[in-house]
């Protein structure tokens, strides 16, 4: 038995690597198929998904088109391994081969009813809607630690359901945040609310594009007009 021993452990050693090696080439091979039929897209806000995920529609009708909402930290990592053909991200990436353009600028607003002590002023500040209730949605991304560290005096009241939002927000008296970019493609601001700016430096940000340099083409398509 003693004899046998270092040969069990050597073949058990072998075994196991060849099963790890066998689950990693599966793997390789499940996202090259992936690749030929669908577009991932992963992003750190909704926001640069509004406009880039129509665009890519528009122009690649014959692939499928998702996308995830991912820290940024993730998103990199995720682009680098080939989990992600295109990135959004809050600020430029400098990586060997890999590409990055600016993109979009997203600016945050607070939705007002009209009758609103606040709705009269043509720009606000985040320390002016301390100790207001407001509506907010789920699933912000980078926009969330905004409202973590900056509002911790606003009372949030948080809906998942993007409908559900709709309706309290028609419905209702309570402020809502929208942005540039969610009121001009996926809402409206209801014509009884105004939507007035925030002017805080970090209420705006500007969204970068990054890819690996074998997808340029379908990089620049989706920049061009940015």
């Given at each position: 038995r003693s004899t046998l021993f270092p040969y069990t452990t050597l073949f058990r050693s072998s075994i196991k690597t060849v099963?790890?090696?066998?689950?990693?080439?599966?793997?390789?091979?499940?996202?090259?198929?992936?690749?030929?039929t669908t577009l991932t897209i992963g992003s750190c806000a909704p926001g640069p998904t509004f406009t880039l995920i129509p665009r890519l529609t528009a122009l690649h009708p014959e692939m499928t088109i998702s996308s995830v909402?991912?820290?940024?930290?993730?998103?990199?990592n995720g682009l680098l391994n080939g989990a992600f053909q295109?990135?959004?991200?809050?600020?430029?990436?400098?990586?060997k081969d890999v590409l990055c353009r600016s993109y979009v600028r997203e600016s945050l607003m607070?939705?007002?009813p009209r009758t609103h002590p606040?709705?009269?002023?043509?720009?606000?500040?985040i320390s002016d809607v301390a100790g207001l209730t407001m509506l907010l949605s789920s699933g912000l991304g980078i926009w969330q630690e905004l409202h973590d560290k900056k509002?911790?005096?606003?009372?949030?009241?948080?809906q998942s359901d993007r409908k559900t939002l709709?309706?309290?927000?028609?419905?209702?008296?309570?402020?809502?945040?929208?942005?540039?970019?969610?009121?001009?493609?996926?809402?409206?601001?209801?014509?009884?609310?105004?939507?007035?700016?925030?002017?805080?430096?970090?209420?705006?940000?500007?969204?970068?594009l990054c890819a690996a340099k074998k997808h340029k083409k379908l990089l620049d398509s989706s920049t061009e007009t940015f």
């Open positions: 099963l790890e090696s066998a689950a990693q080439m599966t793997d390789r091979m499940e996202r090259y198929r992936r690749s030929l909402l991912q820290q940024e930290k993730t998103l990199q295109m990135i959004a991200l809050s600020r430029p990436w400098q990586e607070v939705s007002l606040l709705a009269c002023r043509k720009e606000l500040h509002m911790k005096d606003v009372h949030f009241i948080v709709h309706e309290l927000i028609s419905a209702s008296d309570i402020p809502n945040f929208v942005t540039n970019l969610s009121s001009q493609y996926i809402s409206y601001v209801p014509e009884n609310r105004v939507a007035v700016p925030l002017m805080d430096p970090e209420a705006t940000v500007q969204f970068y």
